[in-house]
């Protein structure tokens, strides 16, 4: 055995020995050490048992909403309360046709999701023809663009001498529907339906609330791009044929755009989404294909006038009883079931931040309020303290808008309670 191999077997054995030994002596003091038991989870008593709704005082629930319906406030009063697992429980004349505001834009709502996919998206592409110098946004119905959507496209485009846009997407279908004033557009409730805008039509660049629209929407998409690529040139003009796609964006998809107009009820995106449906089923008459969605779906829609998909005009009729089945329906239906997460919540969000303060509603009522002249409605849905889901829908006409609004709010507020 050479030298230097006996040295490292001997300091490797005495290293092995100094373990060795360390680990006598800390094993025997590691073994005096006293600790408790350890920790075990007790079984629980019992299995949770999942929360059911609470049966319904009929009498006590029918009594309440019968005296609360005789306010005065309200004025011509007609409106259903149903619930997911009763039936209906309030009934004041819901098969009548009053003007409903707003609350139309449940059917529209409605007949979008029966009709399209949730996720469905608008492309608005531009294209390039012969001229390369020039080219043309090929609008498609997409209200909600914005400015980072133009900022997209002018980033695809580069530069262009000349920016136009082909409206005829919508060609045939009004600019106007029956029973609008047109000084609503400066006041900000409506643009002339065309199937490009920034916002709605929104001017100054705001992007939400009732400020004023523009009288030129499309034009105005064309010209924002225009000074984004350097165009000296800006007008409205049919896309070349066969032009080639050199930019395009998406618009949200159908729910998160369901949502915006929902909350906020914004009358020129609920048109929009009636055109959709109605180019989907072939048709330039948005307020028919959407009775005739929910016919087909089974609601009752013979005592339905629907004159636009916003509830603007003042020619619409609806009855109570038709929203509150659609309301119903979505509660137990997964088409439509999307429609609840659209509503605004009481004292929380969109048209109902500023109402249900004091009321045990607030932020358990969910509903889609409407407002015309002498017109107050609000549809919805509330769960109450015991569980129990109602749905309902209530329409007050020749009333006092903020009386109305109260009243509804105290009516709906004393479903919470059973």
């Known amino acids: 055995m ?55 005082d009929d009498t006590t629930l029918q009594n309440t909403l019968t005296s609360l319906a005789e306010n005065p ?39 979008a999701l029966l009709t399209l996919d949730q996720n469905d998206t608008i492309t608005t592409q531009v294209v390039r023809g012969v ?61 002339p339906l065309q199937p490009a805008m920034l916002s709605g039509g929104r001017l100054g660049g705001e992007t939400t609330g009732d400020v004023p629209r523009s009288h030129t929407p499309a034009e105005d998409v064309a010209r924002a791009l225009g000074e984004r690529v350097g165009a000296s040139v800006v007008a409205v003009q049919d896309a070349p044929p066969e032009g080639e796609i050199v930019a395009e964006v998406e618009s949200p998809t ?7 107009m929902m909350k906020e009820s914004d009358n020129v995106y609920a048109e929009a989404i ?7 089923r072939g048709t330039k008459d948005a307020p028919s294909a959407t009775l005739a969605v929910l016919d087909e779906r089974g609601f009752e829609t013979s005592n339905v ?17 038709v929203l509150d089945a659609v309301l119903i329906d979505a509660t137990s239906k997964p088409e439509l079931r999307p429609l609840l997460a659209t509503l605004p919540v009481a004292a929380g969000e969109g048209t ?17 309020t409407g407002t015309l002249d002498g017109t107050a409605a609000l549809a919805g849905t ?27 709010d105290e009516f709906t507020s004393a479903l919470r309670e059973f």
């Open 2 to 56: 050479k030298v230097w191999t006996w040295v490292a077997g001997t300091l490797a054995l005495a290293a092995v020995g100094g373990v060795a030994g360390f680990g006598v002596v800390a094993h025997e003091q590691l073994s005096q050490i006293e600790h408790a038991p350890a920790y075990r989870m007790e079984q629980a008593p019992f299995p949770l048992v999942p929360a059911e709704p609470s049966l319904i």
């Open 73 to 111: 406030g309200l004025g011509q009063f007609h409106g259903q309360v149903s619930s997911a697992s009763g039936g209906v429980v309030f009934d004041r004349a819901s098969g009548e046709a009053l003007r409903p505001a707003s609350v139309t834009k449940v059917l529209t709502a409605a007949s």
């Open 131 to 191: 001229n390369p110098n020039a080219v043309t946004i090929k609008a498609a119905g997409d209200v909600w663009l914005d400015a980072e959507a133009l900022d997209d496209l002018a980033e695809q485009i580069g530069s262009a001498d000349e920016v136009y846009i082909d409206t005829s997407a919508w060609d045939g279908m009004p600019e106007m529907m029956p029973g609008w004033d047109p000084v609503d557009i400066d006041g900000g409730f409506v643009a």
């Open 254 to 260: 159908l729910v998160e755009r369901l949502e915006m």
């Open 274 to 280: 009636g055109r959709e449906v109605a180019l989907a």
């Open 305 to 321: 006038t629907l004159a636009d998909n916003s509830g603007l005009s003042t020619e619409n009729l609806i009855p109570p009883a």
């Open 352 to 368: 109902l931040i500023d109402r249900y303060a004091d009321l045990p509603g607030r932020g358990w009522v969910r509903a889609k």
């Open 382 to 408: 509330v769960t109450s303290v015991n569980g129990n889901v109602y749905t309902f829908a209530l329409i007050c006409n020749d009333a006092d808008v903020l009386e109305a609004r109260r009243a509804m």
